[in-house]
T-cell receptor, first 109, second 115 residues
Framework: GQNIDQPTEMTATEGAIVQINCTYQTSGFNGLFWYQQHAGEAPTFLSYNVLDGLEEKGRFSSFLSRSKGYSYLLLKELQMKDSASYLCAVLDSNYQLIWGAGTKLIIKP | IAGITQAPTSQILAAGRRMTLRCTQDMRHNAMYWYRQDLGLGLRLIHYSNTAGTTGKGEVPDGYSVSRANTDDFPLTLASAVPSQTSVYFC??????????????FGPGTRLTVL
């Protein structure tokens, strides 16, 4: 079967750095997405990785290792508004997105 | 530009009733999707459409139907609602023919409660 694993919940301090991990086992791989979802709102696109390595976009970076079936989202200089769920999703061989259950990130002052 | 709109925002429905959730996008995206999101579970694909006039089944299609008469609209119908269909429903769209990462953009969601 297809499986995306990410921690259920993480806590971090305002101004700090946090890394959210995602491991996947899917039938094929055509890219990995990270989305942010604030409580009661829709998911919004953060990043996309299809090749191994680090993609940096402002305070957020995303890393991919296809051989290890592993990605992480790195958030720097955490702000209170970063409190949200972070969803990892993999585009499989049929070009359908397989979603993880999400990681709820709690930021404390 | 509104992006994707969904209606209604929320609904309480008696079991056995028929319900249509509406989704409209103004981005001229070719592909559209319906997901449900339940606590502790990832987004699960119900149905999708790669282009107007075509639809396909996702991971959890039973009890739901869709149509795609034109590019902009993608309604989801529950023919006879059951309590297990209580969920938050998200519609999404993507420009999968443009090349690039085929990013999906989501509507604000419909919170449906079936009693």
């Amino acid at each position: 079967g297809q499986n995306i694993d990410q921690p259920t919940e993480m806590t971090a301090t305002e101004g700090a750095i946090v890394q959210i991990n995602c491991t996947y086992q899917t039938s094929g791989f055509n890219g990995l997405f990270w989305y942010q979802q604030h409580a009661g709102e829709a998911p919004t696109f953060l990043s996309y990785n299809v090749l191994d390595g680090l993609e940096e976009k402002g305070r957020f970076s995303s890393f991919l290792s296809r051989s290890k079936g592993y990605s992480y989202l790195l958030l720097k200089e955490l702000q209170m508004k970063d409190s949200a769920s972070y969803l990892c999703a993999v585009l499989d061989s049929n070009y359908q997105l397989i979603w993880g259950a999400g990681t709820k990130l709690i930021i404390k002052p | 530009i509104a992006g994707i709109t969904q209606a209604p925002t929320s609904q309480i429905l008696a079991a056995g009733r028929r319900m249509t959730l509406r989704c409209t996008q103004d981005m001229r995206h070719n592909a559209m999707y319906w997901y449900r999101q339940d606590l502790g579970l990832g987004l699960r694909l119900i149905h999708y459409s790669n282009t107007a006039g075509t639809t396909g089944k996702g991971e959890v299609p039973d009890g739901y139907s869709v149509s795609r008469a034109n590019t902009d609209d993608f309604p989801l119908t529950l023919a006879s609602a059951v309590p297990s269909q209580t969920s938050v429903y998200f519609c999404a769209s993507s420009d999968s023919l443009a090349g690039g990462p085929d990013t999906q953009y989501f509507g604000p969601g419909t919170r449906l409660t079936v009693l």
